[in-house]
């Protein structure tokens, strides 16, 4: 795992959080 697939991780967590929040 590099720092792109990190990245990738962090940028779909923040994504569900939104949709959690949005609820």
């Keep these: 795992?590099?720092?792109d697939?990190?990245?990738d991780i962090a940028?779909?967590?923040e994504e569900i959080n939104e949709r959690i929040?949005?609820?």
């Design 11 to 13: 940028m779909h967590r």
């Design 21 to 23: 929040q949005d609820s």
């Design 1 to 3: 795992m590099g720092i």
């Design 5 to 7: 697939a990190a990245r």
